[in-house]
């Protein structure tokens, strides 16, 4: 039961430049969507989010990105840095019970 | 900063034997929750709770499983006879809010190892 699906287990990208992580949902239903960071040996961190009423949230050097007729939504990191070098999951928030379905996460590698 | 906090951070037991997670949420929320991640697997879904009841629990959470607010702080996970399969990070979260739009805390997590 795939959901939320997170197609690129990596992704690599030079420091200054962006960082674009992708995640496709299938359920019509999920209303929010949270993009979590987590290094290793640590508990997710949450990042940024956005309520499917907007198609686009900024938080400094991180913005969302929803589009909800193609039911994908876009984490984009710009400049880059080495500290950002995590995995990213992506997360969308059941409107029923309130659980969060996660993705299976991205680990990005930023290069000095 | 609040944050969640987890203990132990690594936790190795035998199977068939009962382990108890400890999780302290954030201190003024009001919704707890148990995930796990089996390694190289996703973040899944375990059990919520609020106001002194299961909330919601996924297919996972099974009669070996139960959870507990002792107290006003500690939020507990036990696994009455672990199995091989329940060897995974597990971590403890929690929220303000249930529904709407409100985000999700994580701790640390515990490592449980089953051998």
């Avoid at chain 1, 959901?3 to 990596?10: D, F």
């Avoid at chain 1, 929803?66 to 950002?84: E, F, R, T, W, Y």
């Avoid at chain 2, 203990?7 to 201190?27: A, F, K, N, W, Y």
């Avoid at chain 2, 607010?69 to 303000?96: Q, V």
């Amino acid at each position: 039961d795939q959901q939320v699906k997170q197609n690129s287990p990596s992704l690599s990208v030079q420091e200054g430049r962006i960082s674009i992580l992708n995640c496709d949902y299938t359920n019509s239903m999920f209303d929010y969507f949270l993009w979590y960071k987590k290094y290793p040996a640590e508990g997710p961190t949450f990042l940024i989010s956005i309520s499917s009423i907007k198609d686009k949230n900024e938080d400094g050097r991180f913005t969302v990105f929803l589009n909800k007729s193609a039911k994908h939504l876009s984490l984009h990191i710009v400049p880059s840095q080495p500290g950002d070098s995590a995995v990213y999951f992506c997360a969308a928030k059941d409107n029923q019970g309130g659980k969060l379905i996660f993705g299976q996460g991205t680990e990005l590698s930023v290069k000095p | 900063e609040p944050e969640v906090t987890q203990t132990p951070s690594h936790q190795v037991t035998q199977m068939g034997q009962e382990v108890i997670l400890r999780c302290v949420p954030i201190s003024n929320h009001l919704y707890f929750y148990w995930y796990r991640q089996i390694l190289g697997q996703k973040v899944e879904f375990l059990v919520s709770f609020y106001n002194n009841e299961i909330s919601e629990k996924s297919e996972i959470f099974d009669d070996q499983f139960s959870v507990e607010r002792p107290d006003g702080s500690n939020f507990t996970l036990k696994i009455r006879s672990t199995k091989l399969e329940d060897s995974a990070m597990y971590f403890c979260a929690s929220s303000l809010l249930g529904q709407g739009l409100n985000e999700q805390y994580f701790g640390p997590g515990t490592r449980l190892t089953v051998t």
